[in-house]
């Protein structure tokens, strides 16, 4: 299958040498042909599934436990007011 890279670059705003076009060329075409093997398999029958293999999530408990105190948590803060961080405004347009 031939595939027109000047035209794939056009589509994904790249600007290629003609280098870069030659070397891109049988990668795409060999991608391409990749994915026409894999759509040609016989899947009938088989459930559509996330994974591979099933996945067990694995939490542990939520539990309370003891706190840093806010000076040890602060330390090394780069600004603070009082007992809180202090951070720089990150929302153009937000009222303070």
Do not use: C, W
Not at 44 to 70: C, I, K, Q, T, W
Not at 75 to 84: H, I, L, W, Y
Request: proline share 6%; aromatic share 6%.
């Amino acid at each position: 299958m031939k595939i027109d890279v000047s035209y794939v670059a056009e589509l994904a705003r790249l600007e290629l040498t003609e280098e870069e076009k030659a070397t891109f060329q049988p990668q795409l075409e060999s991608i391409v042909e990749y994915v026409d093997k894999i759509s040609s398999v016989d899947v009938e029958g088989v459930p559509p599934m996330m994974h591979g293999r099933e996945l067990v999530n694995v939490f542990r408990e939520d539990v309370v436990g003891e706190s840093l105190p806010a000076e040890t948590a602060l330390a090394n803060a780069p600004a603070r007011t009082g007992d809180e961080f202090l951070l720089p405004k990150i929302v153009e347009g937000a009222e303070s």
